[in-house]
């Protein structure tokens, strides 16, 4: 049997998709970006950035549409300040910051990946081995607060504090097989145990054709983040949604997901 890769493996995959490395600056060429539709501000976006040039000087909160897109960091142009917090809601996000430098005029909001609405992302393809690798920056979050918090240091799927709340991914699965499923979560202390559930459904049909019961492990922080192979699925091809929702909470919350991996199992010999 295939196991999932060795966790320090795959959080290299992860990193690369979620940030960027150090050596990657600015894209040149910006694109307007309406969606940000504030009063005093002028937005464009990048290949893996967002710029917000404040118009309004009085200006110390705004908000932004919520992205599919793990955020790096939020600075001010030209300067290293970066005393811009980040408040993740729902459908949008909301920039905050006390002062800014003098004569800054612009925040720079850089991305591990490009900056897309969730309107814009296309169903997840497979990587060069066969297996899927879903982020939290890719996920429907659906519910009573469930949302996806983008600062570097959570990137996750969080506030799963409803029952009925769940958070899903499309994929497209281009060849039918068998995958080991492995989450990569976390829980705080005194919140483990709850019981949750991956189910995966044809699009077309919305019928669960695989589906994973698991009890939740406690971590010790909802940020303390450990991959867990949990069970084993038979996958048909074409589109389909993988979701993650609770059955029984134990406590407040249910966890953090920062990602789930779906790890191609060899073909049976014949």
């Given at each position: 049997m295939?196991?999932?890769?060795p ?15 150090s050596g ?8 307007p970006?309406t ?6 501000v002028s937005?464009?976006?990048?290949e ?6 404040l ?13 599919s897109?793990?955020?790096?960091k939020?600075?001010?142009e030209?300067?290293k300040?970066s005393?811009i917090s980040?408040?993740p809601?729902?459908e949008?996000?909301v920039l905050?910051w006390s ?6 005029d612009?925040?720079v909001m850089?991305?591990g990946?490009?900056?897309l ?5 296309k ?6 081995d ?6 939290a920056?890719m996920?429907?979050a659906k519910g ?6 983008p600062q570097s ?5 969080g506030?799963?504090?409803g ?7 499309n ?5 039918a097989g ?8 976390g829980?705080?202390?005194?919140q483990?145990?709850s019981d ?8 077309e049909?919305?019928q669960?054709?695989?589906?994973v019961?698991?009890?939740?492990l ?5 940020q303390?983040?450990?991959w ?8 048909d ?18 966890m953090?997901?920062r990602?789930v991996?779906?790890?191609?199992l060899p073909?049976p010999?014949?």
């Amino acid at each position: 049997m295939r196991f999932v890769t060795p966790s320090f493996l795959l959080l290299a995959i992860l990193l690369a998709i979620s940030t960027t490395t150090s050596g990657i600056s600015r894209a040149d060429e910006l694109e307007p970006f309406t969606p940000v539709d504030s009063a005093g501000v002028s937005a464009s976006r990048g290949e893996l950035t967002v710029e917000l040039k404040l118009t309004d000087v009085k200006l110390k909160t705004l908000n932004i549409p919520r992205l599919s897109a793990a955020l790096r960091k939020a600075t001010w142009e030209g300067t290293k300040q970066s005393n811009i917090s980040v408040r993740p809601e729902q459908e949008y996000w909301v920039l905050k910051w006390s002062n800014r430098p003098e004569g800054a005029d612009t925040i720079v909001m850089t991305f591990g990946s490009k900056p897309l609405l969730p309107s814009e992302t296309k169903p997840i393809t497979s990587q060069t081995d066969g297996c899927y690798l879903l982020p939290a920056h890719m996920a429907n979050a659906k519910g009573e607060k469930i949302r996806y918090e983008p600062q570097s240091y959570k990137n996750t799927v969080g506030y799963w504090v409803g029952k009925n709340d769940f958070a899903s991914w499309n994929i497209n699965v281009e060849t039918a097989g068998k995958f080991n499923v492995a989450i990569l979560q976390g829980c705080g202390k005194g919140q483990g145990g709850s019981d949750a559930r991956i189910s995966i459904s044809s699009v077309e049909s919305e019928q669960a054709n695989a589906v994973v019961d698991f009890q939740v492990l406690e971590t010790g922080h909802f940020q303390n983040f450990q991959w867990r192979t949990i069970g084993v699925v038979d996958l048909d091809a074409g589109l389909q949604e993988l979701k993650i929702e609770p059955v029984k909470l134990a406590n407040k919350a249910l966890m953090d997901v920062r990602a789930v991996h779906l790890v191609r199992l060899p073909p049976p010999k014949k």
